[in-house]
């Protein structure tokens, strides 16, 4: 058992497929487009596909044609409204402003979240749609002293600190303890609920339910995929000043450090939302 601390990992996010990429060759194979299209373009996987999909809504062009007929135009010419970046980037924050941002549900993003507390997973799947959650279970990974996984580790809030004390009572020496730090008094408290859990399994109890005695800062490892749209809303609602606690304050800024590391273009909507 030990405090531990929150790590997230982008494991995987929309990537145009092969057969997408080939696609362009055929068609340059017959006169009409570039060899090497798609290079020639200064954009991401993310940028075709949310073309792609925006553009599918208004054009007569299939949506296998609509990156080898519309990209040069949207990609290769400066923003028509006056703006940073390329015509593309002026249709995306078009859309983004006029709110037909389910075009941008068909980017997705999968990450690795791991050391968070039970309280943030509980906190966390309130946003349900545009998410899918696969979360370590309490039932099957057992959680005592002896057992694999060591103990329980635990997530301390941020405020629970040694400036903060509090009287206490010491039944084993019968006396108060005076000013006792917020963290002893935390850390303690973990204590007290692993012995609790070990003394249940050792008395027969199956961990299905010994898990009840586990607190709320018992911490846990989750694969979470969310849709751009998910994430941007998840975002404006869990970002600092938005009275979000702050361990999932931190989980949304972590989250959309990874994804504007992919898809950099995506940065102007998390900070508008």
């Known amino acids: 058992m030990a405090e531990t601390e929150m790590n997230v990992q982008l494991i995987a996010h929309t990537q145009l497929s092969d057969k997408f990429y080939d696609s362009f060759d055929e068609l340059d194979s017959v ?83 791991e050391g968070v507390s039970r309280a943030l997973l509980a906190q ?15 039932r099957y990974v057992r959680m005592g002293s002896d057992d694999k996984i060591g103990g329980f580790d635990y997530v301390v809030p941020d405020k629970v600190t040694s400036d903060k004390t509090a009287n206490m009572y010491d039944f084993v020496y019968g006396a108060p303890i005076t000013d006792r ?55 404006s609602k869990r970002k600092k000043g938005r009275g979000a606690q702050a361990e999932i304050t931190e989980l949304a800024e972590t989250l959309r450090r990874e994804v504007v590391d992919v898809e950099p273009w995506t940065d102007q909507f998390f900070e508008e939302v």
């Open 181 to 235: 730090p917020a963290t002893d008094i935390f850390a303690e408290a973990m204590e007290i609920a692993q012995q609790a859990y070990d003394k249940l399994r050792e008395a027969g109890v199956p961990a299905e339910d010994a898990r009840a005695v586990l607190p709320n800062a018992a911490a846990t490892n989750l694969v979470m995929t969310a849709n751009l749209t998910a994430l941007l809303s998840f975002y």
């Open 124 to 138: 966390l799947t309130r946003h349900r749609v545009g998410f899918s959650f696969s979360v370590q279970s309490q």
């Open 31 to 113: 006169g009409n487009y570039d060899f090497n299209y798609l290079s020639k373009l200064d954009t991401t996987d993310g940028k075709l596909v949310a073309l792609t999909a925006i553009r599918s809504c208004y054009s007569a062009n299939k949506p296998t044609e609509i990156v080898a007929k519309e990209g040069a135009k949207y990609f290769s010419s400066k923003a028509s409204d006056g703006g940073a970046g390329t015509d593309a980037d002026r249709l995306f924050r078009h859309i983004f402003a006029s709110k037909h941002t389910s075009t941008l549900e068909h980017l997705t993003f999968t990450f690795a979240i």
